[in-house]
Antibody, heavy 116, light 108 residues
């Protein structure tokens, strides 16, 4: 059974940092691109970042470029999102999702709140 | 970037009725690289449709997708109580892979 479990969310002050992690199981992790998608309270979904299975290609939304860094450890079946210089508008539930185009499996999400 | 506009914002229907949800793209989506997701409160999105018209694994056949170019439709033939949720479209033709703002399907 495919499982994605996010962790690392919490309350952080503007300008602060957080590191999100997603632990994957139930599939050959290195064969899949992995993504972070977020959803601000009461809003729609917003793709944040993607990384291909071999880590050869990395993509970011313009809204996070230069502040967020995606990484993965295929030996540990995990993907991470280092978030620096956080802003109020980064407040959202962050989901880890599998798949380079459509996202066929999602984690339950982790809430990031940026507030003073 | 490709902007996806969904309509209506809210759709009020009764179980057993037919639901038709629209997703319009600001530019043509090549190869019908358009997906639909269902999301219930407090839950992660679930992939329903990919390639504009192919059902994902385990999705009932009352869900169908159609369209091409800039206009796409999700149809639920006969609404079941568990179908009341928010539905979002996503294009994966061109990065960034954008989502629509969602259509809330509520019980009338």
């Amino acid at each position: 059974e495919v499982q994605l479990v996010e962790s690392g969310g919490g309350l952080v002050k503007p300008g602060g940092s957080l590191r999100l992690s997603c632990a994957a199981s139930g599939f050959i992790f290195s064969s899949y691109s992995m993504n972070w998608v977020r959803q601000a309270p009461g809003k729609g979904l917003e793709w944040v970042s993607s990384m291909t299975g071999s880590s050869g290609y990395i993509y970011y939304a313009d809204s996070v470029k230069g502040r967020f860094t995606i990484s993965r450890d295929n030996a540990k079946n995990s993907v991470n999102l280092q978030m620096n210089n956080l802003r109020a508008e980064d407040t959202a539930v962050y989901y880890c999702a599998r798949g380079g185009s459509t996202h066929d499996y999602w984690g339950q999400g982790t809430l990031v709140t940026v507030s003073s | 970037e490709i902007v996806l506009t969904q309509s209506p914002g809210t759709l009020s229907l009764s179980p057993g009725e037919r639901a038709t949800l629209s997703c319009r793209a600001s530019q043509s989506v090549s190869n019908n690289y358009l997906a639909w997701y269902q999301q219930k409160p407090g839950q992660a999105p679930r992939l329903l449709i990919y390639g504009a018209s192919s059902r994902a694994t385990g999705i009932p056949d009352r869900f169908s997708g159609s369209g091409s170019g800039t206009d796409f439709t999700l149809t639920i033939s006969r609404l079941e109580p568990e179908d009341f949720a928010v539905y979002s479209c996503q294009q994966y033709d061109r990065s960034p892979y954008t989502f629509g703002q969602g259509t809330k399907l509520e019980i009338k």
